[in-house]
């Protein structure tokens, strides 16, 4: 019989034995947020769950609850976008991971691929090292395939755009129900000004250099996409969460080798 590995599926006495034999735990974290017309909302939920779930079935490690809502408020011009603000989530965090500690569990790896959470998990990942109590490593998820792209032959966008061919590919190969390609658009960023670039969500080029300039999305994109979505298939999906769980499994052996505690 598989042994599980999500906490939330134990009972406290399975959890008790678990937790005295594990030290790593993954703690899968999204958001609800826009994702075009053909992409669920919780796509970055969705994704970040079923990832740890293929990790752990060849990992010795625990899998937490999904933390479902993030911070995403810069897509609050579509509707059914959820939000939690900054200092909530850091709170959040900061509650559910000092609890673990107590629980003895000491290494936390996000699997994470939303970018409005980073700094409420560098937040709390600092707090934590600084008291000496843990040490907590982060994987973005779609940083990860943008750095993959490249050398995936079969993508033609060989970068992730949101709602593009990456996210729609895995979606595909994990919640097919879900994609209504149907309703899939293909749509670029813009910035709304001739001399200005608008390379990603507020990075733009000027004059040869780049800047920031903080806008809400809707104002870059009128269906939420920033890619093209037209060329996603299932086996492009399974290829990237092949090498997703590969690497990760990969990096859960040797964060085991990283020292807990400082000066150690």
Not at 70 to 89: C, I, M, P, R
Not at 116 to 145: C, H, Y
């Amino acid at each position: 019989m598989v042994q599980n590995k999500r906490i939330e599926e134990m009972s406290w006495v399975e959890f008790e034995a678990r937790s005295r034999e594990i030290e790593t735990i993954l703690l899968p974290m999204g958001s609800i947020e826009v994702e075009g017309p053909h992409l669920p909302l919780g796509v970055d939920s969705i994704v970040a769950s079923e990832i740890c779930n293929k990790v752990s079935a060849g990992c010795d490690v625990l899998v937490g609850p999904l933390i479902s809502i993030g911070y995403s408020d810069w897509h609050s011009g579509f509707k059914g976008t959820l939000n939690l603000s900054v200092e909530t989530l850091t709170a959040v965090l900061r509650e559910i991971l000092h609890t673990l500690v107590g629980y003895g569990l000491k290494r936390f790896l996000f699997i994470n691929p939303h970018l409005g959470n980073r700094q409420p998990i560098f937040s709390v990942a600092t707090e934590l090292r600084k008291k000496n109590l843990a040490i907590v490593a982060m994987i973005d998820l779609w940083r990860l395939a943008h750095e993959m792209a490249g050398d995936i032959e079969e993508l033609q966008e060989k970068s992730f755009k949101h709602a593009g061919e990456i996210m729609t590919s895995v979606m595909l190969a994990l919640r097919p129900e879900l994609v209504k390609m149907e309703s899939a658009v293909r749509e670029g960023l813009q910035s709304g000004v001739d001399s200005m670039v608008q390379e990603t969500s507020s990075r733009v080029q000027f004059s040869g250099y780049h800047l920031e300039v903080f806008r809400i999305s809707s104002e870059l994109t009128d269906s939420g996409v920033m890619g093209d979505p037209f060329n996603a298939t299932r086996e492009k999906g399974e290829e990237i969460i092949r090498r997703w769980v590969d690497y990760i499994r990969g990096f859960v052996k040797e964060f085991g080798k990283v020292p807990i505690h400082k000066g150690h």
